[in-house]
Nanobody, 119 residues
Framework: QVRLVESGGGLVQPGGSLRLSCASS????????MGWYRQVPGKERELVAV???????NYADSVKGRFTIFRDMAKNTIYLQMNSLKSEDTAVYYCHADQYYSGTYNPFWGQGTQVTVSS
């Protein structure tokens, strides 16, 4: 059973920084892509950042230039470095992994970690 465990959330002041971590119980080589989503109560979950297996990255327009997704393959961990945080970044952040096997799509999700940006 693949498990994704997020950590690093918390309360941060506007303009501050925070680093989220997502540790996978499985080798990240088994995933075609990994990324971060976030969700605010009453709104749809949105993609924040994604990294394809080859290292290609993509970011939501709202976080470009402020957030960076990177990984440590040896630790089976991906990170989301969040800088210049704004109140609008407040949300539950979820780690996500995509696995494609013989034409079958298999998604995995972490439990989520709360990020609150407030004075």
């Amino acid at each position: 059973q693949v498990r994704l465990v997020e950590s690093g959330g918390g309360l941060v002041q506007p303009g501050g920084s925070l680093r989220l971590s997502c540790a996978s119980s499985a080798s990240m080589h088994s995933f075609n892509a990994m990324g971060w989503y976030r969700q605010v109560p009453g709104k749809e979950r949105e993609l924040v950042a994604v990294m394809i297996d080859g290292g290609n990255t993509n970011y939501a327009d709202s976080v470009k230039g402020r957030f960076t997704i990177f990984r440590d393959m040896a630790k089976n961990t991906i990170y989301l470095q969040m800088n210049s945080l704004k109140s609008e970044d407040t949300a539950v952040y979820y780690c996500h992994a995509d696995q494609y096997y013989s034409g079958t799509y298999n998604p995995f999700w972490g439990q989520g970690t709360q990020v609150t940006v407030s004075s």
